[in-house]
């Protein structure tokens, strides 16, 4: 199929192959993963890998699919193996929120939290390559990394964020940043940064007319 350019129905048909594998190999996740694997490789002989490369990240998103799904329902589960996909991931596509998150959420279960950190200080916040995306993960991972997140260290993210040259004329950046000080009623600290908000953002109504926090926000509701 990959021959006569039909990508996507070549995808699913090894989708369907690994998933074949696994459930004929009594859950065997080594012979699923054999069959991507080969599935990737043959898009590498045919320049179709690579971080440019859409189909090549979808592939790896439906081979960690897959691990995650195993993950949950086989015991025992070596939390290592699904690390070591998604770092290979990573490595190729370091802004994808769903290896990110699969990511945070495998590491949750070690309560190792240098690995996640290590993951966003040197992919995902790489000098020279920070997204507003990147520090809100970054943000969203802080916060849930311990049952009691470290004010501190949230707010030197939020600082980071918002004096970055690449994202310090984000909206969103600076107005949940006030949220995040609002909530912990630093209205001093939270009436300040609205203040530099809004000389970064003159153009921002959101800013000039902030909305009340999030409740998402306020609660800390958000799932992997």
Sequence with gaps: MLSIQLNEHAGIYNDLGALLEYLAGGLSLDAA?????????????????????????????????????HSRTARPFKPA????????ALEIFPRNTAFLCLYAWNESRSKIENRLRTII??????????TVAGWLFAVWA??????????HAVRHLFERAVECSRTRHSIQLWMMFVE????????QRAKDILSRGIRHCPWSKGLLLPPPPRQDMANGDDDV
């Design 180 to 187: 995040f000080e609002i909530r912990h009623k630093e209205y």
């Design 121 to 130: 200080r040197d992919r995902i916040l790489q000098d020279g390559n920070e």
């Design 142 to 151: 802080e916060m849930r990394m311990a049952q009691h997140y470290n004010v």
């Design 81 to 88: 193996m699904l690390r070591t996909h998604l770092e290979a």
């Design 33 to 69: 993963i054999v069959v991507y694997d080969g599935f990737i490789s043959e898009l590498g002989r045919r320049s179709l890998t690579g971080p440019t490369s859409h189909f090549h990240e979808l592939c790896l998103l439906r081979k960690a699919r897959l691990v995650y799904m």
